[in-house]
């Protein structure tokens, strides 16, 4: 079995550390796979692949694993049910990245169009907001952002309102917070520990 020695990621400037020559194999990876730190994979040739890493990783598509032999694995990203958004131009197109970033969704940004995992509520939410919605399979790969976490894990971090349960998150509301002054006026959300 081969060690992984190191991750190299085209995104860091190390691009030129990817030489064709050296590709060994190549692992396709589904979501839950793709965050590791300890574990073993088998690449699409065979290649048994170990993994001791010092801290968890998330790989993308193009990054490559070094292993102790000096050989490659390029990094392959399975293709899943996804929905591909669409607006009407560019303020549009972040006005609906905004309403999905205010539900915590994960999203990939392309340069006109966006993409995230199918979703019956958000896809009539965003029809209702005039998005154009074309169902596709195909590598998602979505930003990380500050509160980055595997595949299909739910985070949590407050904003100065309550969550009832996981998904509960559909409701309207701005996510002020609470700066040491009172605004008289109410958010519509349960704010704890302020001063009436």
Do not use: C
């Not at 073993?40 to 292993?67: H, N, S, W, Y």
């Not at 131009?89 to 940004?109: C, E, F, I, S």
């Not at 009539?124 to 976490?149: C, K, N, Q, V």
């Amino acid at each position: 079995m081969r060690r992984v020695v190191r991750v190299i990621r085209p995104s860091d400037g190390d691009a030129a550390r990817l030489d064709a020559a050296r590709l060994g194999d190549s692992v396709v990876l589904n979501a839950d796979q793709r965050r590791i730190q300890t574990g073993q994979l088998t690449g699409v040739k065979g290649t048994a692949i170990g993994f001791m890493l010092p801290e968890p990783v998330l790989l993308r598509a193009g990054d490559a694993l070094e292993l102790d032999d000096g050989s490659l694995i390029d990094i392959v990203i399975e293709a899943e049910p996804l929905i591909e958004v669409r607006g009407h131009d560019l303020t549009h197109l972040a006005r609906l990245a905004w309403h999905l970033g205010d539900r915590h969704v994960p999203v990939q940004v392309l340069a006109n169009r966006l993409r995230l995992r199918r979703d019956g509520a958000l896809e009539a939410m965003l029809s209702a907001l005039g998005a154009r919605l074309t169902p596709i399979e195909a590598p998602f790969d979505p930003e990380g952002g500050a509160y980055a976490t595997p595949a299909h894990a739910h985070h949590e971090h407050h904003h100065g309102h309550h969550h009832h349960a996981q998904g509960d998150h559909d409701h309207p509301h701005d996510h002020a917070h609470d700066h040491g002054h009172h605004h008289g006026h109410a958010h519509g959300h349960d704010h704890h520990d302020h001063e009436r």
